[in-house]
């Protein structure tokens, strides 16, 4: 069974960083490209980040470029996302994400709160 478990978030100045981390398990981790979305509230999800399988090659969202930072550890089927400078409208639930095969999986989330 695919699990995806999101963990890191909560709450934090404007201005403030956090790293998220996505606990893989239940597949071959180190071939699949990895995600991250949010959905923030009252709105729609939203893609954020993509690397491949091999962590040489990341794809972020122009909201976000230059801000966050994603990364992997193969060996720990981990996969992170590095958030800096903060800002109150990044407040979301942050969900790791895959397309093994021809599902796209979704784990549970993590919220960031950011608020002063």
């Known amino acids: 069974e695919v699990q995806l478990q999101a963990s890191g978030g909560g709450l934090v100045q404007p201005g403030g960083s956090l790293r998220l981390s996505c606990a893989a398990s239940g597949f071959t981790f180190g071939i699949y490209d990895m995600s991250w979305l949010r959905q923030a509230p009252g709105k729609g999800s939203e893609w954020i980040s993509t690397?491949?399988?091999?962590?040489?090659?990341?794809y972020y969202a122009d909201s976000v470029k230059g801000q966050f930072a994603i990364s992997r550890d193969n060996g720990k089927n981990t996969l992170y996302l590095r958030m800096n400078n903060l800002k109150p409208n990044n407040t979301a639930i942050y969900y790791c994400?895959?397309?093994?095969?021809?599902?796209?999986?979704r784990g549970r989330g993590t919220l960031v709160t950011v608020s002063s």
């Open positions: 690397i491949n399988s091999g962590g040489g090659t990341t």
């Open positions: 994400a895959a397309e093994i095969g021809d599902t796209y999986h």
